[in-house]
């Protein structure tokens, strides 16, 4: 409703109210004063008919021609118009593209007007906002046509004389339109000199005549608007003498609007006096200093009145210039003087309210500017109180004194001017607000889809008012002597014109039809919401009361999803997936069937996926929506491998019951809802978000939090019944609905009670004779379903149905609950009694429903406490049944004392909270774990996602923080940075992860992983750190979990987690888990619980009184299939038996991370046990369900083992168990029992570490039907059963593929060793899945030979740098760009220069090693002119970067002739012959040296320089062996020598190498690894998981953080292993780099250059990375994208380049950091992923630090976690080389056979002690 006009003004400058109370019609008084405006100009000037008709009547050209340009000078008016939008939205900063869209209520906060507004909705995909957002831009409404012709004829009056736009034109068209584009104004103006063209002179003569009055004479607006107020005392005159009036004369009124400007005064002047005053002042520091913050820390206005409190003191000037230069320094030394000749004047200045004004920036209050008039209330604030008080004591002083007339001595102060300042502050005092920290009040936000009867009412004036309320009328109060009833009428009716027209089905697409076969018409709610549902990807929030039709609007959303993913009519079902989450198993499982069933005439197939239900990855592959449970969802998307693929696809997640955040639960959903928000933002990827609630009183809030748009959405809420009983008034009250034909819901909250309660009914109701309205009629349906029932298990189910009775709990059997929920629903049971799982879990309404009691035993407080609102309202919400009732009836039976609870709540609502904080530290471990927190501002910016930081914000109180704080800081930034802190902390100390309080990063462990993914509670894992023994028997395993509980619970394990147990331990141990928390013994379960405890095969400890011990007994009746009688029971069996496996494989996951083998067996055999339901010692044929229990006791009697069946025949077996015919079956059996043969070759490394070669080979048959279609998982590792440890565990998969081939796996690994030298290690196979499958295999050191120990490195002496001169020859030196040899090369020179030696030369990549074979080359051409020297290189790459600088520098420049000798060059003879140095690869010149006696450009080898030398322990090693050995060969037979250098990095065995190259002390230099000439600083980090894919995408973001941290500016390599690997990692680099604020920080060049050398590129990955600074490098890239590639990086274009590894060998690049993104590369010979060697790592490390630009390089290794230690030695270590020819040694001897070298056996043995494989084999013959 609209205010008065002078109620407005009043709260507009009164201080009365709020101005923001005014309501939004405000907008049409800024409207209507343009309207106005415009017809004032209109009616004085020129009008659009006048002109039209002129024109076109006397227009000199043709009519069409004049009419054309009066339609642009229309169309540039509404422009005008309509994009003044465009200015406002660049002012507010706004993305565009947009659209208009509709007219919707502005937002306050963003348009102080309040107006009616046009909303632009964002189509970009980068908007703060969010694509499809709202943006409320243009105050004002939908501009009419009348007023465009106006706006026309307006221009062409303001253009019509003048050809350009001058500033004077601009603010006349604003001061019209408001804020336009000049480039429109010059559109207009254009076209008015087109039309003035067209007319003749006289025309314009007869346009002038109207022409607009000047605007200085118009009169202003509010000149004649007057205001009077009641008589008061005028002040006396001397009083305000200081106060300049403009109107003097009292017969004028005291205020006029009418402004005034001073005549002959400037508008600057008014603001202060010209001389020596404070603006002055001001303008002098601004030329010192600068208009920003100063050098000292304080602003020009601070230095400002700091310089006017030093004038104002009592020091003289010579102290003041002293004080001054102090305080203003050397800038201010001109400024000083003159500052103390006018100190007078300055502080004259001082005290006027006109300096303020100044050093305040020109800006007043605008509390202070409002008038004081026309208020009927005076106010006053303390402020003013205690001033006007100050005053009048003043005064008093100086009429006592009479010092009105004496002026102070002290220099600059007199009584007037304090008196006038006093004054001046009391008037400042009277505009302030009367309570400083009040609230502002703001109008309620109107969303289009909201309905809220709740909020409307709070609107009322008698809320405000805050008058006393009394219960609605139709509310009816009830009191007698039994019990108090309030009784609460159903809700009317929504309003008829909200969502009167429902959606037709039939009006909808095929594939709506298809999946609403059965339905008509959508109701009233789903057709508000199916705009926004099925047409659009908005995230919405749908609150509505349950039954309301919810899951409709779910499937209409995944129907939007579907045909997202439609092309010509074919579902592309492999593109998207669709997660629904459901609050409960149960209701997970009736979602599946009703989507399954809706959705497989699509094609669609719904799967369930809860602890109940797993999948495989195939069906996971092949399923397209999943509906799942909170917890299972979480733990899937928090594993960083295997489940990432799954994640990335999910296009809609559907979160129902998102109410339950106020839940313990909550924590759960606000950590998914988090994780997908920061996925879609990271990965800039589309996810909806879907959420379902029951009525919310703080609606806004969930929607924020789940970045829904507020015009999108429903909510609406519903009112119900309530009423106080007990047993009596529960029955008078399911009696009065039975009477009525109504079927009735008793909720309770135990599940003995719903036995218990429903009894009682039953026997109340023969006792009153009222059995027979409960009594079923007699019909086949009630016999066949009285025959399902009396098969029933459930003694009690048995007898209450045939009354017409029935119970409902989770602790039932499954096939019961479906009868009770069946019968239910067909109407045979008439009243049932149930849990609140019921409510939750399945959706089976009732008429009328009654919660018997509201107390309930919170097992976490140890006390009872009160039913809470969400699930009271989900139960009323099985109240009504759709179809057939109008209105539902729900009953609340409480205690007096809650009544007016429970009523309040019912009637009012509170807001739901967030539980997040109570959980904070198992979700940071998560997001730790899964890579997307890594540091604390991180872990704050995660915080910002969810529900608990919108709760912060709104209600910061709850959760500890106070007002203050939040005015202090909005955004809680530090409060957000102290939880993450302190959860920091405190996963530090349970060792979940690594935090460095100092930087703030935190680093994941392998505890925190497990914990993770396998869901295990901080407070466990705490204690599980002290205790856990590395032997436990298994019932003290059991002990331990099932005592493990939270806080202070869970120190009963502390005693307990150590590393002995055995199995009677580790199940104690199992049993005392928190999860087993709510577990309660019962007083009903003591005696079976008792004759269990008697069957247990382990002890138990804690009895049966004991909750773990329960637990205890209740996991060995289950491993022993022992029947149990108690439902209770079962169901609590079936919970613990799921969650004791999952502990117990996380306990295993831990045993092994520890390295504890024999707790590692032990535990990986209780998952077992636990899993196949079986205990160890029991015949591992109990596995086959297929054989008999007789044939199984008669082998387990017998002992027979499966290793002894698998010998026998099947006729002996038949023999053994007496049953001949069983025979072949049994040995079927024990043949597919899945088993592994193992073999080992050790072969020492060095003296420390040994390399283990493992051939496995499969010993069983497979079948489908029992081992699946994919593999058999196994557990590898090596223990040494000495110390009880494991030096090496792996995950093996045996595939069905590789069993049919029946070719042998091989693993390889390396193990340490120690000295002296153990017995043995075993090396053990242990299936992951069947018991009884196990291997050994012992390893023997008895008579290992441990390598000898390698002599020293040869030491870099400190000698003076040798310059270049002293080549002696000014040719070779003008070939280098640098003055002197670096230490190595100036160590070397003699003797590569001037001797010749043979030379080996170990030193680290970056050595500067190719200029020593450079000055190796240089000797040959001077001393040996007509020989030639061959250069092998490893790779072609190599060949060609050596052949591209030689062909310039050698052949170009010193004219010798340098040849390529490759497989892709072959040059012919006589080049080869004429040749001075041919550059070739080993296995080309091994082909052409073969023919050695017939080649004679062999025999003139003089030097033989072989690059890379170490790589003789990879697969090409032996080609390499093999030349060396030949020259040495020819050379023993030619008698002419051939100088041989090897180059090669750091080596251990150095001299076995020189020894075989002839090379004495002269020509050995093996330089220690650390020797280079850049320090390079190496990082290693491990990664876990067991698929190579996952486990590199989880290796990115540490990419991403290591170039952040270690080389922000400086050039970044990037190695992988895979084309598909530099593809995937650059994306996922810009995905991260683009969230920063400079997505393009890693492109040093302009964009614009960018894009044109971009055109050019072909590889459209290419074309996208380069744009953010990233070059990719492999071998598929055109040879041209490649060149440009390498171009921009070498000159620092670009930042990052992402390449294969044989870059590393290839192309010398040179980078500040390296990172090595895996050490593993997948073999297609092996079929599978093998390590790189390690001399290929080496290189990689080596192109890090670049010797001209840095000071020091960096590398970091990002390797599998289980190799990290492998890498840790030798990275630093000198790595030994061994020879690989063995292998190949026949097909080498063939070669030499052939060619006639090898002509006897003894010419064979000959020809080996050539080679380096004879001195190794000398040295380390294993």
């Given at each position: 409703m609209?205010?008065p006009r002078?109620?407005?003004?009043?709260?507009?400058?009164?201080?009365?109210?709020?101005?923001e109370?005014?309501?939004?019609?405000?907008?049409g008084?800024?409207?209507r004063?343009?309207?106005?405006c415009?017809?004032e100009?209109?009616?004085?000037?020129l009008?659009?008919?006048?002109l039209?008709?002129?024109?076109l009547?006397?227009g000199?050209?043709?009519?069409?021609v004049?009419?054309?340009?009066?339609?642009?000078l229309?169309?540039?008016?509404?422009?005008?118009?309509?994009?003044?939008?465009?200015?406002?939205?660049?002012e507010?900063?706004?993305?565009?593209?947009?659209?208009?869209?509709?007219?919707?209520?502005?937002?306050?906060?963003?348009?102080?007007d309040?107006?009616?507004?046009?909303?632009?909705?964002?189509?970009?995909?980068?908007?703060?906002?969010?694509?499809?957002?709202?943006h409320?831009?243009?105050?004002?409404?939908?501009?009419?046509?009348?007023e465009?012709?106006?706006g026309?004829?307006?221009?062409?009056?303001?253009?019509?004389?003048?050809?350009?736009?001058?500033?004077?034109?601009?603010?006349?068209?604003?001061?019209?339109?408001?804020?336009?584009?000049?480039?429109?104004?010059t559109?207009?103006?254009?076209?008015t000199n087109?039309?003035?063209?067209?007319?003749?002179?006289?025309t314009?003569?007869?346009?002038?005549?109207?022409?607009?009055?000047?605007?200085?004479?118009?009169?202003?607006?509010?000149?004649?608007?007057?205001?009077?107020?009641r008589?008061v005392?005028?002040p006396r005159?001397?009083?305000?003498?200081?106060?300049?009036?403009?109107?003097?004369?009292?017969?004028?009124?005291?205020?006029?609007m009418?402004y005034?400007?001073?005549?002959?005064?400037?508008?600057?002047e008014?603001?202060?006096?010209?001389?020596?005053?404070?603006?002055?002042?001001?303008?002098q520091?601004?030329?010192?200093?600068?208009k920003?913050?100063?050098?000292?820390?304080?602003?020009?206005?601070?230095l400002c009145?700091?310089?006017?409190?030093?004038?104002?003191s009592?020091?003289?000037n010579?102290?003041?210039q002293?004080?001054?230069?102090?305080?203003?320094?050397?800038k201010?030394?001109?400024?000083?003087?003159?500052?103390?000749?006018?100190?007078?004047?300055?502080?004259s200045?001082?005290?006027?309210?006109k300096?303020?004004?100044?050093?305040?920036?020109?800006?007043?209050?605008?509390e202070?500017?409002?008038?004081?008039?026309?208020?009927?209330?005076?106010?006053?604030?303390?402020?003013?109180?205690?001033?006007?008080?100050?005053?009048?004591?003043?005064?008093?002083?100086?009429?006592?004194?009479?010092?009105?007339?004496?002026e102070?001595?002290?220099?600059?102060?007199?009584?007037?001017?304090?008196?006038?300042?006093?004054?001046?502050?009391?008037?400042?005092?009277?505009?302030?607000p009367?309570?400083?920290?009040?609230?502002?009040?703001?109008t309620?936000?109107?969303y289009?889809?909201?309905?809220d009867?709740?909020?409307?009412?709070?609107?009322?004036?008698?809320?405000?008012?805050?008058a006393?309320?009394v219960?609605?009328?139709?509310?009816?109060?009830?009191?007698?002597?039994v019990y108090?009833?309030?009784?609460?009428?159903?809700?009317?009716?929504?309003?008829?014109?909200?969502?009167?027209?429902?959606?037709?089905?039939?009006?909808?697409?095929?594939v709506?039809q298809l999946?609403?076969?059965?339905?008509?018409?959508?109701?009233?709610?789903?057709?508000?919401?199916?705009?926004?549902?099925?047409?659009?990807?908005?995230n919405?929030?749908?609150?509505?009361?349950?039954?309301?039709g919810?899951?409709?609007?779910?499937?209409?959303?995944?129907?939007?999803?579907?045909?997202?993913?439609?092309?010509?009519?074919?579902?592309?079902?492999?593109?998207?997936?669709?997660?629904?989450?459901?609050?409960?198993k149960?209701?997970?499982?009736e979602?599946?069937?009703?989507?399954?069933?809706?959705?497989?005439?699509?094609?669609?197939?719904?799967?369930?996926?809860?602890?109940?239900?797993?999948?495989?990855?195939?069906?996971?592959?092949?399923?397209?929506?999943?509906?799942?449970?909170?917890?299972?969802w979480?733990?899937?998307?928090?594993?960083?491998t295997?489940?990432?693929?799954?994640?990335?696809?999910?296009?809609?997640?559907?979160?129902?019951?998102?109410?339950l955040?106020?839940?313990?639960?909550?924590?759960?959903?606000?950590?998914?809802?988090?994780?997908t928000l920061?996925?879609?933002?990271?990965?800039?990827?589309?996810?909806?978000?879907?959420?379902?609630?029951?009525?919310?009183?703080?609606?806004?809030?969930?929607?924020q939090?789940?970045?829904?748009?507020?015009?999108?959405g429903?909510?609406?809420?519903n009112?119900?019944?309530?009423?106080?009983?007990?047993?009596?008034?529960?029955?008078?009250?399911?009696?009065?609905?039975?009477r009525?034909?109504?079927?009735?819901m008793?909720?309770?909250h135990?599940?003995?009670?719903?036995?218990?309660?429903?009894?009682?009914?039953?026997?109340?109701?023969?006792?009153n004779?009222d059995?027979?309205?409960?009594?079923?009629?007699?019909?086949?349906k009630?016999?066949?379903?009285?025959?399902?029932?009396?098969?029933?298990?459930?003694k009690?189910?048995?007898?209450?149905?045939?009354?017409?009775?029935?119970?409902?709990?989770?602790?039932?059997?499954?096939?019961?609950r479906?009868?009770?929920?069946?019968?239910?629903?067909?109407?045979l049971?008439?009243?049932?009694?149930c849990?609140?799982?019921l409510?939750?879990?399945?959706?089976?309404?009732?008429?009328?429903v009654?919660?018997k009691?509201?107390?309930?035993?919170?097992?976490?407080?140890?006390?009872f406490?009160?039913?809470?609102?969400?699930d009271?309202?989900?139960?009323?919400?099985?109240?009504?049944?759709?179809?057939?009732?109008?209105?539902?009836?729900?009953?609340?039976?409480?205690?007096?004392?809650?009544l007016?609870?429970?009523?309040?709540?019912?009637?009012?609502?509170?807001?739901?909270?967030?539980?997040?904080?109570?959980?904070?530290?198992?979700?940071l471990?998560?997001?730790?774990?899964?890579?997307?927190?890594?540091?604390?501002?991180?872990?704050?910016?995660?915080?910002q996602?969810?529900?608990?930081?919108v709760?912060?914000r709104c209600?910061?109180?709850?959760y500890?923080?106070?007002?203050?704080?939040?005015?202090?800081?909005?955004?809680?930034?530090?409060?957000?940075?102290?939880?993450?802190?302190?959860?920091?902390?405190?996963?530090?100390?349970?060792?979940m992860?690594?935090?460095?309080?100092?930087?703030?990063?935190?680093y994941?462990?392998?505890?925190?992983?497990?914990?993770?993914h396998?869901?295990?509670?901080?407070?466990?894992?705490?204690?599980?750190?002290?205790?856990f023994?590395?032997?436990?028997?298994?019932d003290?395993?059991?002990?331990?979990?099932?005592?493990?509980?939270?806080?202070?619970?869970?120190?009963?394990?502390?005693q307990?987690?150590?590393?002995?147990?055995?199995?009677?331990?580790?199940?104690?141990?199992?049993?005392?888990?928190?999860?087993?928390?709510?577990?309660?013994?019962?007083?009903?379960?003591?005696?079976?619980?008792?004759?269990?405890?008697?069957?247990?095969?382990?002890?138990?400890?804690?009895?049966?009184?004991?909750?773990y011990?329960k637990?205890?007994?209740?996991?060995?009746?289950?491993?022993?299939?022992?029947?149990?009688?108690?439902?209770?029971?079962?169901?609590?069996?079936?919970y613990?038996?799921?969650n004791?496996?999952?502990?117990m494989?996380?306990?295993?996951?831990?045993?092994?991370?520890?390295?504890w083998?024999?707790?590692?067996?032990?535990?990986l055999?209780?998952?077992?046990?636990?899993?196949?339901?079986?205990?160890?010692?029991?015949?591992?044929?109990?596995?086959?369900?297929?054989?008999?229990?007789?044939?199984?006791?008669k082998?387990?009697?017998?002992?027979?083992?499966?290793?002894?069946?698998?010998e026998?025949?099947s006729?002996?077996?038949?023999?053994?168990?007496r049953?001949?015919?069983?025979?072949?079956?049994?040995?079927?059996?024990?043949m597919?029992?899945?088993?592994?043969?193992l073999?080992?070759?050790?072969?020492?490394?060095?003296?420390?570490?040994?390399?283990?070669?493992?051939?496995i080979?499969?010993?069983?048959?497979?079948?489908?039907?029992?081992?699946?279609?994919?593999a058999?998982?196994?557990?590898i590792?090596?223990?040494?059963?000495?110390n009880?440890?494991i030096?090496?565990?792996?995950?093996?998969?045996l595939?069905?593929?590789?069993?049919?081939?029946?070719?042998?796996?091989?693993l390889v690994?390396?193990?340490?060793?120690?000295?002296?030298l153990?017995?043995?290690?075993?090396?053990?196979?242990i299936?992951?899945?069947?018991?009884?499958?196990?291997?050994?295999?012992?390893?023997?050191?008895?008579?290992l030979?441990?390598?000898?120990?390698h002599?020293?490195?040869t030491?870099?002496?400190?000698?003076?740098?040798?310059?270049?001169?002293?080549?002696?020859?000014?040719?070779?030196?003008?070939?280098?760009n640098?003055?002197?040899f670096n230490?190595?090369?100036?160590?070397?020179?003699?003797?590569?220069y001037?001797?010749?030696?043979?030379?080996?030369?170990?030193?680290p990549?970056?050595?500067?090693?190719?200029?020593?074979?450079e000055?190796?080359?240089?000797?040959?051409?001077?001393?040996?002119?007509?020989?030639?020297?061959?250069?092998?290189?490893?790779?072609k790459?190599?060949?060609?970067?050596?052949?591209?600088?030689?062909?310039i520098?050698?052949?170009?420049?010193?004219?010798?002739?340098v040849?390529?000798?490759?497989?892709?060059?072959?040059?012919?003879?006589?080049?080869?012959?004429?040749a001075?140095?041919?550059?070739t690869?080993p296995?080309?010149?091994?082909?052409?040296?073969r023919?050695w006696?017939?080649?004679?450009?062999?025999?003139?080898?003089?030097?033989?320089i072989?690059?890379?030398?170490?790589?003789?322990?990879?697969?090409r090693?032996?080609?390499?062996?093999?030349?060396?050995?030949?020259?040495n060969?020819?050379?023993?037979?030619?008698?002419?020598?051939?100088?041989?250098?090897?180059?090669?990095?750091?080596l251990?065995?150095?001299r076995d190498?020189?020894n075989?190259?002839?090379?004495?002390?002269?020509?050995?230099?093996?330089?220690?690894?650390?020797?280079?000439?850049?320090?390079?600083?190496?990082?290693?980090?491990?990664?876990p998981?067991?698929?190579?894919c996952?486990r590199?995408?989880?290796?990115?973001?540490?990419?991403?953080?290591?170039?952040r941290t270690?080389?922000?500016?400086?050039?970044?390599?990037?190695?992988?292993?895979?084309?598909?690997?530099?593809?995937?990692?650059?994306?996922?680099?810009?995905?991260?780099?683009?969230?920063e604020?400079?997505?393009?920080?890693w492109?040093?060049?302009?964009?614009?250059?960018?894009?044109?050398?971009?055109?050019?590129?072909?590889?459209?990955?290419?074309?996208?990375?380069?744009?953010?600074g990233?070059?990719?490098?492999?071998?598929?890239l055109?040879e041209?994208?490649?060149n440009m590639?390498e171009?921009?990086?070498?000159?620092?274009?670009?930042q990052?380049?992402?390449?294969?590894?044989?870059?590393?060998?290839?192309?010398?690049f040179?980078?500040?950091?390296?990172?090595?993104?895996?050490?593993?590369?997948?073999?297609?010979?092996?079929?599978?992923?093998?390590d790189f060697?390690?001399?290929?790592?080496?290189?990689?490390?080596?192109?890090?630090?670049?010797?001209?630009?840095?000071?020091?390089?960096?590398?970091?290794?990002?390797?599998?976690?289980?190799?990290?230690?492998?890498?840790?030695?030798?990275?630093?270590?000198?790595?030994?080389?061994?020879?690989?020819l063995?292998?190949?040694?026949?097909?080498?001897?063939?070669?030499e056979?052939?060619?006639?070298?090898?002509?006897?056996?003894?010419?064979?043995?000959?020809?080996?002690?050539?080679?380096?494989f004879?001195?190794?084999?000398?040295?380390?013959?294993?």
């Amino acid at each position: 409703m609209a205010l008065p006009r002078l109620t407005g003004a009043i709260r507009a400058f009164g201080n009365i109210a709020d101005s923001e109370l005014l309501e939004a019609d405000v907008s049409g008084d800024i409207g209507r004063k343009r309207r106005v405006c415009a017809d004032e100009e209109s009616a004085q000037g020129l009008t659009w008919k006048h002109l039209s008709t002129t024109v076109l009547r006397l227009g000199e050209k043709d009519n069409q021609v004049v009419t054309k340009e009066l339609r642009n000078l229309i169309s540039t008016a509404r422009d005008i118009e309509a994009q003044t939008v465009l200015k406002l939205g660049a002012e507010i900063g706004l993305c565009f593209p947009y659209h208009i869209i509709t007219s919707v209520q502005i937002d306050k906060q963003r348009c102080s007007d309040g107006a009616t507004v046009r909303a632009l909705c964002c189509k970009s995909p980068g908007c703060e906002f969010g694509s499809g957002s709202f943006h409320c831009l243009w105050v004002g409404t939908e501009t009419e046509f009348s007023e465009v012709e106006a706006g026309a004829a307006l221009l062409f009056s303001i253009f019509k004389d003048t050809e350009t736009v001058t500033k004077a034109h601009s603010l006349h068209i604003q001061r019209i339109f408001g804020p336009f584009p000049s480039s429109a104004a010059t559109k207009a103006c254009k076209i008015t000199n087109h039309i003035v063209n067209m007319l003749p002179d006289k025309t314009l003569e007869l346009l002038n005549v109207n022409s607009s009055a000047n605007e200085d004479d118009r009169a202003e607006f509010g000149e004649n608007l007057h205001f009077s107020q009641r008589r008061v005392e005028p002040p006396r005159e001397d009083e305000l003498s200081w106060l300049d009036f403009p109107n003097g004369d009292n017969s004028e009124p005291l205020f006029s609007m009418k402004y005034v400007e001073p005549r002959g005064q400037k508008i600057e002047e008014r603001v202060y006096d010209k001389g020596f005053n404070a603006s002055w002042l001001k303008e002098q520091l601004e030329k010192c200093y600068g208009k920003d913050q100063t050098e000292i820390g304080l602003s020009v206005t601070e230095l400002c009145t700091t310089v006017f409190d030093l004038l104002a003191s009592n020091k003289t000037n010579d102290e003041l210039q002293n004080l001054l230069f102090d305080f203003l320094g050397i800038k201010g030394l001109d400024l000083i003087p003159k500052i103390l000749q006018n100190r007078k004047q300055l502080i004259s200045v001082a005290f006027d309210s006109k300096t303020s004004y100044v050093l305040s920036g020109g800006v007043k209050s605008e509390e202070a500017t409002r008038p004081q008039f026309g208020c009927q209330v005076t106010v006053q604030t303390e402020q003013e109180r205690l001033l006007k008080k100050l005053l009048r004591k003043g005064e008093k002083k100086d009429k006592k004194f009479g010092s009105e007339n004496i002026e102070e001595e002290t220099f600059g102060f007199n009584p007037k001017e304090l008196r006038a300042q006093r004054e001046a502050a009391l008037l400042a005092a009277s505009g302030t607000p009367l309570f400083r920290e009040r609230r502002t009040l703001t109008t309620r936000e109107r969303y289009p889809n909201v309905y809220d009867c709740y909020a409307e009412a709070k609107q009322a004036p008698a809320f405000v008012g805050g008058a006393k309320m009394v219960l609605p009328t139709g509310f009816e109060r009830k009191d007698n002597k039994v019990y108090e009833e309030v009784s609460i009428p159903p809700t009317e009716k929504a309003p008829v014109e909200v969502g009167r027209k429902l959606i037709n089905i039939s009006e909808l697409d095929e594939v709506a039809q298809l999946a609403f076969q059965n339905t008509k018409a959508l109701n009233r709610i789903q057709s508000i919401v199916f705009e926004a549902a099925y047409k659009s990807n908005e995230n919405l929030l749908i609150c509505a009361p349950t039954g309301a039709g919810k899951t409709n609007i779910a499937m209409l959303c995944v129907l939007h999803e579907i045909k997202q993913h439609m092309s010509e009519g074919v579902i592309r079902k492999d593109e998207f997936k669709v997660v629904y989450v459901a609050p409960m198993k149960a209701l997970a499982a009736e979602m599946v069937a009703n989507f399954g069933q809706r959705l497989q005439h699509l094609g669609i197939l719904v799967k369930e996926l809860t602890g109940d239900m797993q999948l495989t990855k195939t069906e996971i592959k092949n399923t397209q929506m999943l509906v799942t449970t909170p917890e299972k969802w979480d733990v899937v998307t928090r594993k960083s491998t295997g489940d990432v693929s799954l994640a990335q696809i999910v296009k809609l997640l559907i979160i129902d019951e998102v109410h339950l955040l106020h839940d313990d639960r909550g924590a759960v959903i606000e950590s998914l809802v988090a994780r997908t928000l920061r996925q879609v933002e990271s990965s800039q990827t589309m996810i909806r978000i879907v959420g379902l609630s029951a009525t919310l009183p703080n609606y806004t809030d969930v929607a924020q939090f789940l970045h829904v748009n507020p015009y999108k959405g429903i909510k609406a809420n519903n009112r119900i019944q309530q009423v106080q009983d007990f047993n009596t008034v529960c029955y008078d009250k399911v009696v009065a609905q039975v009477r009525q034909g109504y079927q009735v819901m008793v909720f309770v909250h135990a599940r003995n009670e719903t036995v218990r309660t429903a009894t009682t009914l039953c026997d109340m109701a023969k006792n009153n004779g009222d059995i027979t309205m409960f009594q079923p009629q007699q019909s086949p349906k009630y016999g066949e379903a009285e025959k399902q029932i009396m098969r029933s298990r459930n003694k009690e189910l048995r007898q209450l149905f045939p009354d017409g009775f029935a119970m409902h709990h989770a602790g039932m059997l499954r096939q019961d609950r479906n009868l009770v929920e069946r019968f239910f629903g067909a109407g045979l049971i008439r009243c049932i009694v149930c849990t609140a799982t019921l409510a939750w879990g399945v959706n089976l309404p009732a008429h009328a429903v009654i919660i018997k009691g509201t107390k309930i035993y919170d097992a976490k407080k140890g006390s009872f406490v009160d039913l809470g609102i969400l699930d009271v309202m989900q139960i009323f919400g099985r109240a009504g049944r759709p179809q057939f009732d109008k209105f539902g009836h729900g009953t609340i039976l409480t205690t007096h004392n809650c009544l007016s609870h429970y009523l309040a709540l019912l009637t009012r609502q509170n807001p739901i909270e967030s539980q997040f904080i109570g959980s904070l530290a198992d979700n940071l471990n998560a997001e730790v774990a899964l890579g997307t927190v890594t540091n604390v501002e991180e872990g704050v910016r995660w915080l910002q996602y969810t529900y608990l930081f919108v709760r912060l914000r709104c209600n910061p109180l709850v959760y500890g923080i106070t007002q203050s704080t939040l005015e202090h800081d909005p955004m809680l930034e530090v409060f957000r940075k102290e939880l993450i802190t302190k959860c920091g902390q405190a996963l530090d100390k349970a060792r979940m992860v690594r935090f460095d309080a100092r930087n703030g990063f935190l680093y994941s462990t392998d505890l925190g992983r497990i914990a993770s993914h396998f869901y295990i509670k901080y407070d466990t894992i705490e204690v599980i750190n002290q205790m856990f023994q590395n032997v436990m028997s298994e019932d003290k395993v059991l002990e331990m979990v099932s005592k493990a509980q939270e806080f202070e619970q869970i120190k009963v394990i502390n005693q307990m987690f150590q590393n002995v147990m055995s199995e009677d331990k580790v199940l104690e141990m199992v049993s005392k888990a928190q999860e087993f928390e709510q577990i309660k013994v019962r007083q009903e379960e003591l005696e079976e619980l008792d004759d269990q405890l008697h069957d247990s095969v382990l002890p138990v400890a804690g009895g049966t009184e004991n909750s773990y011990g329960k637990v205890n007994i209740l996991l060995q009746a289950y491993v022993s299939r022992q029947h149990l009688n108690a439902f209770s029971l079962i169901s609590d069996q079936a919970y613990v038996a799921q969650n004791a496996t999952r502990i117990m494989r996380a306990l295993f996951e831990m045993a092994l991370r520890k390295g504890w083998p024999l707790m590692a067996g032990r535990l990986l055999e209780l998952s077992k046990v636990l899993e196949k339901r079986m205990w160890e010692f029991e015949h591992p044929l109990k596995q086959f369900a297929n054989l008999p229990v007789e044939v199984l006791d008669k082998l387990e009697k017998k002992r027979i083992s499966v290793d002894q069946l698998k010998e026998m025949d099947s006729k002996e077996i038949g023999l053994l168990i007496r049953h001949v015919k069983m025979g072949p079956k049994v040995k079927q059996c024990a043949m597919q029992i899945p088993c592994l043969e193992l073999e080992a070759i050790i072969q020492p490394i060095t003296r420390t570490v040994l390399r283990v070669r493992i051939t496995i080979t499969p010993n069983f048959n497979w079948n489908d039907r029992i081992h699946g279609t994919n593999a058999e998982p196994f557990w590898i590792w090596v223990e040494d059963p000495e110390n009880n440890h494991i030096y090496h565990s792996e995950y093996f998969m045996l595939h069905k593929k590789h069993m049919f081939s029946k070719e042998p796996q091989t693993l390889v690994f390396t193990i340490p060793i120690f000295e002296p030298l153990p017995t043995q290690y075993y090396i053990r196979a242990i299936s992951d899945r069947w018991l009884g499958s196990q291997s050994y295999y012992p390893i023997s050191f008895q008579h290992l030979i441990l390598p000898e120990r390698h002599p020293p490195h040869t030491e870099l002496l400190d000698l003076q740098p040798l310059p270049i001169t002293a080549l002696k020859d000014y040719q070779l030196e003008a070939l280098y760009n640098f003055t002197h040899f670096n230490p190595i090369q100036t160590q070397i020179f003699h003797t590569l220069y001037h001797t010749d030696s043979n030379v080996l030369l170990g030193a680290p990549t970056g050595s500067g090693k190719t200029i020593a074979a450079e000055i190796a080359i240089f000797r040959v051409f001077k001393q040996y002119p007509k020989s030639k020297t061959v250069y092998i290189a490893p790779l072609k790459a190599l060949v060609r970067e050596r052949m591209s600088d030689w062909k310039i520098r050698i052949e170009q420049k010193l004219g010798k002739k340098v040849v390529e000798l490759t497989g892709d060059v072959a040059p012919d003879m006589k080049a080869i012959t004429h040749a001075d140095l041919i550059v070739t690869t080993p296995e080309k010149w091994d082909g052409i040296s073969r023919s050695w006696q017939t080649r004679g450009y062999v025999k003139a080898v003089q030097l033989l320089i072989i690059d890379e030398i170490h790589l003789l322990g990879n697969d090409r090693g032996p080609v390499l062996e093999v030349i060396v050995s030949r020259s040495n060969f020819i050379a023993s037979h030619t008698e002419c020598p051939v100088r041989v250098i090897g180059l090669s990095t750091a080596l251990a065995n150095a001299r076995d190498l020189a020894n075989w190259l002839g090379i004495k002390e002269l020509g050995l230099f093996n330089f220690r690894p650390s020797v280079r000439p850049v320090p390079l600083e190496v990082h290693i980090a491990g990664f876990p998981g067991k698929h190579y894919c996952p486990r590199m995408a989880t290796m990115n973001k540490p990419t991403y953080q290591a170039i952040r941290t270690h080389s922000p500016a400086k050039p970044v390599l990037v190695f992988v292993s895979s084309r598909r690997q530099t593809r995937l990692t650059a994306l996922d680099l810009i995905a991260y780099v683009a969230t920063e604020d400079n997505p393009k920080q890693w492109l040093h060049m302009p964009e614009t250059e960018m894009e044109n050398i971009i055109g050019g590129i072909k590889d459209s990955n290419l074309k996208l990375t380069l744009a953010f600074g990233i070059g990719l490098h492999h071998a598929g890239l055109h040879e041209k994208d490649r060149n440009m590639v390498e171009e921009l990086f070498v000159n620092t274009k670009i930042q990052v380049l992402i390449a294969t590894s044989t870059l590393a060998w290839g192309v010398n690049f040179p980078a500040h950091l390296v990172v090595v993104k895996g050490t593993e590369f997948y073999d297609g010979k092996k079929r599978r992923y093998v390590d790189f060697p390690i001399t290929d790592v080496l290189q990689m490390m080596g192109r890090a630090g670049r010797p001209q630009f840095d000071d020091q390089g960096k590398a970091v290794i990002l390797v599998h976690d289980v190799k990290k230690h492998f890498y840790k030695k030798f990275l630093y270590e000198p790595f030994p080389v061994e020879s690989n020819l063995l292998e190949v040694l026949p097909e080498h001897l063939n070669a030499e056979i052939v060619s006639g070298t090898i002509q006897s056996k003894q010419d064979a043995m000959d020809y080996i002690t050539w080679t380096y494989f004879f001195r190794r084999l000398i040295m380390n013959p294993r």
